[in-house]
C-alpha cells in the first residue's frame, strides 16, 4: 500500500557555499523524491531561532540559529512515499563522521553542526516546518 508524504529539507548554507545544490537535488530526484516547491533564501537569526526552537534548551542552540541564519539555504518540499523516514535514511547520521557511506552528509557533510543537509523528523513536525516555510 502507498503511504505518500511530505516532508521538508534544507541544503543547509555549507553546501550552497560549495555549490552543491544542483548535485545534492539530483540525488533527491535519483532517489524518486519529487521537489514540489523549493527556493532559496536566507533567513534572519530570529527566524532560525523559531524554526528550531526545539533545541532551544541544547548547548548548540546559539550556534546552531547563527549558522543557519549566516548564508543562503535551499528551502524544498519533498514528496514520495514514506518521504520522512527515506529522507532521513537518505541524509545518513547527524555527525557525519557517523554516517554510512551513500548517505549524503557521509559524501558531503564537513562536521555536525556543517552537516550540509536537514530534513523533518516525523510527519508530525514536516508538516510544521513545510507550513513554517511556505505558508501561502
Ligand atoms: P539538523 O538535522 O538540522 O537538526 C538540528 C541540528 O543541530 C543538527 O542537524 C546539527 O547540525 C546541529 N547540532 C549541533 N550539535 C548537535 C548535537 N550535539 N546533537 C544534535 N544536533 C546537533
Not at 68 to 79: A, C, F, N, T, W
Request: contains cysteine; proline residues 3%; glycine residues 4%.
Amino acid at each position: 500500500m502507498s503511504n505518500l508524504e511530505q516532508t521538508l529539507s534544507i541544503i543547509k548554507p555549507d553546501a550552497v557555499e560549495r555549490n552543491l545544490e544542483n548535485e545534492i537535488k539530483e540525488i533527491f530526484k535519483n532517489k524518486s523524491f519529487s521537489i514540489l516547491r523549493e527556493k532559496k533564501i536566507q533567513i534572519e537569526k530570529s527566524e532560525a531561532e523559531k524554526f528550531y526552537k526545539v533545541h532551544a534548551t541544547k548547548p548548540f542552540y546559539n550556534d546552531l540559529c547563527t549558522y543557519l541564519s549566516s548564508g543562503p539555504i535551499i528551502v524544498m518540499v519533498l514528496e514520495k512515499d514514506n518521504a520522512v523516514i527515506a529522507n532521513r535514511e537518505l541524509m545518513g547520521a547527524t555527525n557525519p563522521n557517523d554516517a554510512d557511506e551513500g548517505t549524503i552528509r557521509k559524501k558531503y557533510g564537513i562536521s555536525i553542526d556543517k552537516n550540509s543537509v536537514h530534513g523533518s523528523d516525523s510527519v508530525e513536525n514536516a508538516k510544521i516546518e513545510i507550513d513554517f516555510f511556505f505558508k501561502d
